[in-house]
């Protein structure tokens, strides 16, 4: 939906219950941003095994040990401390780094040295991994914008596999940036001239994850997804994924800045079992909840299970209990789950009579379930209008893979009214003593609301209900209400689902708006 009304001073949503022939919404005021601050996720990787199928994303014949890469991550969120984990989860032998840099990037594999800062473990400038583990960074006072594009360069020390070993270092194979590699130390490096890369010309190694300070308000939304999430088919180095699009629009107002966005894509991933890599009912804890201040999560993942071999009614099946148990989990932990419905794929080996079957029951599910908070329709916003078991030409890059236009389709289409900062719902309302209030309910008869309202002083009031995209659909004429509280009936009229902002104006008081998500 549009961002019309980002803007607004009164940016709240509460958790809606949507029923048959009603709707209703917990509402509650805006709350200021709180004094203390905490550590969020602003980047992620999902960390993966090297293997010998995956032969093309080895480190290059110059190998790692002793040596040093450079690698590329643009952040969503920014802040001014920031640390980050390392990753070697999937080496079976201990791993020593020597020295991290880290600064913001001046483009293909050149720094910005006047930011350059190292990174710290314990107090010292170097670290092992043990085997099948993970290290965190000290916390670095770092200058960090939001959207921001930085070059972190390790010198490995001993240990790292060499190429060709299985299993190998540990690798996100589809990063759709470059890794540099160059010999020696060369963490103070301007430029990495000469450097050596891997046969497929992507992919990253040992980085994980990274987190900054930031207030109490700010929260991140991780993605668990396959190559759709992860981005096959973009240029390296481009961050022009669906979770980047989403990340530039968030970042541009002001009411979701403060969003991390958190990409947990695995190319030729699966949810149940197979693919090329670990399967979302193993990985989706440490890729959805291990990460700070997760207050959002995305199921988008599907498409490799139904498609690989076909699909019966028995993997349907398992398919909707596994996106069930992903979001009681994510619920038992306060997370709100949002699912997205597996996009068309006819065109491609994957596309069967049995896939499509597969793919329409789940999506139905995906749809009308309860377990979610909100449904993104992926489908519906890159599908063909004239035959929706395809991907629309515009958007279409391999019969299962959008281009780069569908990507921008795919990131532009997600709400970010369902990103608002949610303290709100926590803490109540801070609304100063004798302000103008709003709460709105169901009506006593369909295509009505209650709203409920106090003033501090006699006035004459107006009351409207507007669209997202800031169509008025129905209101009242001023009226003159007494000081104190009072309710009113608005008649709306049958409300499509979606969000819609209830406003009350009046003489001397501030405007006072409301978010809702109703349904029919």
Request: hydrophobic share 40%; glycine share 10%.
């Amino acid at each position: 939906m549009p961002d019309a009304f980002d803007s607004f001073p009164f940016l709240v949503l509460r958790r809606a219950c949507v029923r048959a022939g009603t709707f209703l919404a917990l509402l509650t005021g805006a709350v200021p941003l709180a004094a203390q601050t905490q550590w969020v996720a602003t980047w992620a990787t999902a960390p993966e095994p090297l293997v010998s199928s995956q032969s093309g994303f080895n480190p290059p014949s110059l190998g790692l040990a002793n040596n040093s890469v450079r690698q590329v991550l643009r952040v969503s969120l920014g802040g001014d401390t920031v640390r980050m984990r390392f990753t070697n989860e999937y080496t079976n032998v201990p791993v020593k780094i020597n020295a991290v840099s880290i600064a913001v990037s001046a483009g293909a594999g050149i720094i910005d040295t006047a930011t350059m800062r190292f990174f710290k473990f314990d107090g010292r400038d170097s670290v092992t991994m043990p085997a099948n583990a993970y290290v965190w960074s000290d916390a670095l006072p770092f200058p960090l914008e939001g959207g921001a594009q930085l070059q972190v360069t390790i010198h490995f020390g001993a240990g790292v596999p060499a190429a060709g070993t299985y299993p190998g270092v540990t690798v996100h194979r589809g990063s759709r940036t470059v890794p540099r590699v160059l010999a020696g130390d060369q963490t103070r490096a301007r430029t990495f001239t000469g450097s050596v890369t891997t046969a497929q010309g992507q992919g990253s190694w040992v980085i994980s994850s990274m987190e900054v300070r930031a207030p109490r308000t700010a929260g991140a939304v991780a993605i668990l997804g396959n190559s759709i999430t992860d981005g096959y088919g973009v240029a390296n180095d481009s961050f022009t994924r669906w979770t980047d699009v989403l990340t530039t629009r968030l970042l541009a107002h002001g009411s979701t800045r403060r969003v991390g966005v958190l990409n947990g894509g695995i190319g030729a991933g699966a949810m149940l079992a197979g693919g090329v890599s670990t399967p979302g009912l193993q990985r989706y804890k440490r890729d959805l909840f291990d990460h700070a201040g997760v207050k959002w999560i995305i199921i988008a993942l599907g498409v490799n299970d139904i498609g690989n071999a076909g699909c019966s009614m028995t993997t349907s099946d398992n398919m909707i209990n596994a996106y069930a148990q992903i979001a009681d989990s994510a619920r038992a932990r306060g997370i709100k789950v949002y699912g997205a419905t597996i996009t068309p794929f006819n065109g491609n080996g994957y596309y069967s009579a049995n896939s499509e079957a597969c793919r329409q029951r789940i999506n139905a599910w995906v749809r009308t379930t309860n377990k979610y908070d909100a449904v993104i329709d992926f489908e519906k916003v890159i599908r063909n209008p004239a035959d929706t078991t395809r991907i629309l030409s515009t958007y279409n890059n391999d019969g299962l893979h959008p281009n780069i236009a569908g990507y921008a389709q795919m990131g532009n289409s997600l709400d970010t009214a369902l990103f608002l900062e949610p303290e709100t719902s926590v803490r109540g309302s801070l609304r100063p003593a004798g302000a103008a209030d709003l709460s709105v309910r169901a009506g006593p008869a369909r295509g009505s609301a209650l709203l409920r309202f106090s003033l501090p002083h006699p006035t004459r009031v107006s009351f409207a209900v507007y669209s997202a995209e800031g169509r008025r659909i129905a209101g009242h004429t001023p009226r003159l209400f007494d000081a104190g509280s009072h309710v009113t009936e608005l008649k709306t009229g049958s409300l499509p689902p979606g969000v819609y902002w209830y406003e009350m104006r009046g003489e001397g008081i501030p405007v006072v708006r409301k978010r809702v998500l109703a349904g029919m």
